[in-house]
């Protein structure tokens, strides 16, 4: 089996030689591992919109086996995760069937990775079916749980401290806005943080902040101590309250696994 070939693309905030890197890494994985590359994506702040200059790469990958893997008895290892580049490249990977259950559960970092505007390598066809498929299985309980849960907990312990790292305080910032979409919307929370802005009825006033500390952040390091804004941390507790109210009232996922499966077989069935 021949190995994916990555999509060769300009990574935004990147250099030629980070990216070369990234596609020579994917290239070695697929052939040692003896996979196929189905999504090589970038998630994290990258992929969010607000990386700092420091921030590494989260790479996600979506893979198939060969036929033969999946004929045995046993199940083998769904996941692979590398650190290459000094810790600066973090490549984790799931495989087909194990992403698929996800998907079903309307997994937040399945559905964040299959948005991902940073694309290292994909198989034609293949995103596009698994963004049709992930609609009928959006079940705005769970992904509203897993982002309240998120947000909740750094928002407790950034309210404590007289200084926060501006990267945590995105974190919870991005989450919350999240639950927001959740409650306002009903098409999933998109990945990167400007989109979901622009979707929702945001005050100018705190949109312009937050815009501004999108440009402080991509010009500090990860490190960086940041300290006031006292009106977004109220939006904040706000939007949380409002969250907590509706959280259980959220209806679940409706979709059976029929696609999964014929989606499932047909890529197998190409290895």
Known sequence: ??????????????????????????????????????????????????????????????????????????????????????????ITGWELRKSLRLLQRSNVALLERIQSPIIYAQEAGFVQNIQQLALAYYSKIAVMHHYLSMAEGMFTELKTQEEYKLKKFFYVLRSATACWWIMERDDIPPIVFQEMLNGLPMPKDLEERILELIALKATVGESYLHKGEVHLFSHIAGLLEKARSCAQSLPAAKGDKVALENLFRDTIKRT
Request: aromatic letters at 6%.
């Open 1 to 90: 089996m021949r190995p994916t070939e990555p999509v060769k693309i300009d990574i935004p905030m990147s250099n030629n030689s980070i990216n070369a890197q990234i596609q020579d890494s994917l290239r070695a994985i697929a052939e040692e591992k003896g996979i196929r590359i189905l999504l090589a994506c970038e998630t994290g702040s990258r992929a969010w919109g607000f990386p700092s200059p420091d921030s590494d790469y989260d790479i996600r990958m979506l893979y198939v086996h060969e036929l033969d893997w999946y004929l045995g008895l046993a199940e083998g290892k769904d996941n692979l995760s590398l650190m290459l580049a000094d810790g600066e490249l973090d």
